[in-house]
């Protein structure tokens, strides 16, 4: 029954990272430069999921494994007076908000679900100590 418990806990981890990922993602949209300020357009950022086992080799949930980053072409628009314009073009993050906003969903619902499994199991565990009383 912890066991349940725990592989939801580890969804709720995974979902947060996703999600603050995402809104990372969603913040340096526009962003052409790096934090140091050289011309090197921001890369969306993608959160890697596997399977967590425990020491036995039995599945305890869900894991982030590494933060990758999306080898997508940048965005590039003619705008020839933008200061960081290459030969006309500025190259822009290669990050796309509707896919954004679509993660961002899933990773709400996937978070939700979680709760839902959490309340089910303490809900059979409180049953279960009624039956035991």
Known sequence: MFGALDISTSGLTAQRVRLNTVAANIANANSTRDASGAL???????????????????????????????????????????????????????????????????????????ITAIEATKAMLSASLRLLA
């Open 40 to 114: 090197r357009p921001y890369r969306r950022q993608v959160p890697l999921f596997a399977e967590a086992m425990d020491r036995a080799g039995r599945p305890r949930g869900v894991q982030v494994t590494e933060i990758a980053h999306d080898p997508s072409e940048f965005r590039k628009v003619y705008d020839p007076g933008h200061p960081d314009a290459v030969d006309g073009y500025v190259s822009y993050p290669n990050v796309d908000m509707a896919t954004e906003y679509v993660n961002a969903l899933e990773a709400t619902r996937a978070y939700e679900a979680n």
